[in-house]
């Protein structure tokens, strides 16, 4: 639960970022962030617990800073092992198609949390990248990076 809490902190530290160029960005940054991850968390409702969705969306904040940022890469193994913890929280009692169904789904849903995360960036780059450096050497977040 620490982890889902500092996740959760440190995606609404990534929402403002420090290097902000006027209180207008910033507000537009967490207006964009809230509207996005509100809906694409109703995409998935019933279906993830809120620390997966906490995960997903620290997954998509990540792949969009190695998309945007130099020196970042996604490590494919650490990428794998942290979505393969999105499981449905009724996989046990689903048939083949309903699983089919849902990872479809929860790709679409990933998609949106990337695009999120993507337009976050957008006013600010060089700010979005600056606020990944200090992600990347923060030690308490090495256990959720997914990053190389």
Not at 22 to 45: C, P, R, Y
Not at 75 to 81: G, L, Q, R
Not at 82 to 98: C, R, T, V, W
Request: hydrophobic fraction near 50%; glycine fraction near 6%.
């Amino acid at each position: 639960m620490k982890n889902v809490i500092f996740a959760a902190l440190l995606l609404g530290a990534s929402i403002a970022p420090a290097h902000a160029e006027t209180s207008q960005t910033t507000q537009m940054i967490k207006s964009i962030d809230a509207f996005v991850t509100a809906h694409a968390g109703e995409l998935v409702d019933d279906t993830l617990t809120a620390e997966q969705v906490v995960q997903m969306k620290l997954i998509a904040h990540q792949a969009a800073v190695a998309a945007s940022c130099d020196g970042f890469k996604l490590s494919e193994e650490k990428f794998v092992a942290a979505f393969s913890k999105l499981a449905h929280m009724q996989e046990a009692g689903m048939n083949d198609a309903e699983k089919t169904y849902f990872e479809r789904h929860l790709l679409v849903t990933y998609g949106v949390m990337l695009g999120g995360a993507l337009a976050v960036a957008a006013p600010d780059p060089a700010g979005f990248c600056a606020d990944a450096e200090d992600e990347r050497a923060d030690p308490e977040f090495a256990s959720m990076s997914v990053w190389e």
